[in-house]
């Protein structure tokens, strides 16, 4: 087996582990059980623990939101702000997201790196999707947006278009919306949204 199918078959391990186990459990023996490999072989390709979660974190992450394909640019704006607020994974991942959070927050200290990539594949890698598809409506005249207030503008969507985390972060008992609240909310965010940037 080379080097990268090997990391590519230690990071799926750690991904599964992720989606099944507490975050805090998922230690490198856990992950050189799960993946068929010696510890040994996990630091030949990872400096530490840390370094291969936030990489697997990353890794998924990547597929929670997606950009738009060259065909869907020519749909309304509106359908392809679906496209770009679209969550791209099954609906328990919302419930491993809050368990990661409060994990992630509880020990910040320790776990910043992991913290930080989950904001760059995350919201960050969202926002920086909507604030292009933004200026590219400004430009084609479908949305009034003046260039200084675009990303301002791409954080405000984010904003609206998704529940607030917080409750379920303090309140474990608090519910997880569910697939037909969360389309709900999206769909009216879009709605609100372009109507007060004057789309037609």
């Known amino acids: 087996m080379d080097q990268e199918t090997r990391r590519a078959q230690i990071l799926s391990a750690a991904q599964q582990l992720l989606n099944s186990a507490p975050f805090d459990s998922v230690h490198m023996d856990a992950i050189a059980v799960e993946a068929g490999m010696s510890k040994r072989t996990l630091y030949d ?13 990353s890794e998924m ?5 997606r950009s738009l394909a060259p065909e ?3 749909l309304p704006l509106a359908d392809r702000l679906n496209i770009l607020l679209t969550l791209n994974v099954p609906p328990e991942a919302e419930i491993k997201k809050i368990d990661f959070l ?3 927050i509880a020990k910040v200290d320790l776990y910043h790196d992991i913290a930080q990539s989950m904001c760059r594949n995350g919201r960050d890698a969202l926002r920086a999707n909507l604030t292009r598809e933004l200026e590219r409506a400004a430009g084609a005249g479908e949305i009034v947006l003046t260039e200084g207030t ?3 503008a791409a954080e405000m969507l984010c904003d609206m278009a ?4 917080m409750e379920r972060l303090l309140d474990p008992a608090a519910a997880a919306p569910s697939p037909a609240e969360v389309r709900a909310r999206r769909d009216m965010a879009i709605r609100v949204f372009l109507r007060g940037c004057g789309a037609g």
């Open 61 to 65: 992450g990547r597929g929670i939101f």
């Open 45 to 57: 390709l990872f400096d530490n623990r840390n370094a291969l979660l936030g990489e697997a974190i």
């Open 150 to 152: 675009i990303t301002e």
């Open 72 to 74: 869907e640019r020519a």
């Open 162 to 165: 998704f529940h607030n985390p």
């Open 102 to 104: 409060r994990a992630i």
